[in-house]
């Protein structure tokens, strides 16, 4: 009996710390070099619309859904690079190169999108939420345009700062 308990308690302290950081793994050599990514976001009160580059697909995030008592943030890649975190009724945007994409959002779970991009074009991607088992969920997908100005209207901007830190492998 006490075993069992032990045996709980320790997968439940496994679980419970698999959340609390964003790792990034390099592979280099016989080790692994660990980058911490760390996120600064600021919500904008005024509206941001940027200009279409004819070099660059501009993708947008927007995630209209207001998570629960409290706002828990999601950070968004592109092809295993960070882009962007979300919060509750706030967008954000990022310019890519054209070709496919994976877009992939990270919560309890990862939501993972294909997504095919031209030059010149925008692109309006959907984040939405449904209850998870310890956090929020989320899914990604493709938004009409129409719908997406609708959406970007009751939304608030959220500009991210990024910063990777190389850490040192075994």
């Known amino acids: ?15 419970s710390m698999a959340g609390c950081a964003e790792l990034l793994l390099i592979p280099a050599g016989i080790g692994y070099y660990q980058t911490t990514t ?20 501009l993708v947008y995030v927007i995630r209209p859904d207001v998570c629960c008592l409290f706002s828990v943030h999601f950070v968004v890649y592109d092809d295993g690079n960070p882009v962007g975190v979300t919060l509750d009724k706030t967008y954000f945007f990022f310019y890519t190169d054209p070709g496919e994409h994976l877009i992939t959002s990270r919560a309890e779970n990862a939501s993972e999108l294909r997504l095919t991009v031209a030059a010149g ?10 209850f998870g088992f310890f ?19 009751k939304c608030k901007y959220i500009e991210t700062e990024i910063s990777e830190t190389p850490g040192v492998g075994p």
Not at 1 to 15: P, T
Not at 135 to 153: F, G, H, T, V, Y
């Open 1 to 15: 009996m006490q075993r069992s308990s032990h045996v709980f308690l320790g997968l439940l302290l496994v679980l």
């Open 121 to 130: 074009e925008t692109y309006y991607l959907k984040q939405s939420l449904r």
């Open 135 to 153: 956090s929020p969920r989320n899914d990604l997908s493709i938004m009409d345009p129409e719908e997406a100005q609708k959406e970007i209207e």
């Open 38 to 57: 760390s996120f600064k976001y600021t919500i904008k009160d005024t509206p941001t619309r940027p200009d279409v580059r004819p070099d660059k697909a």
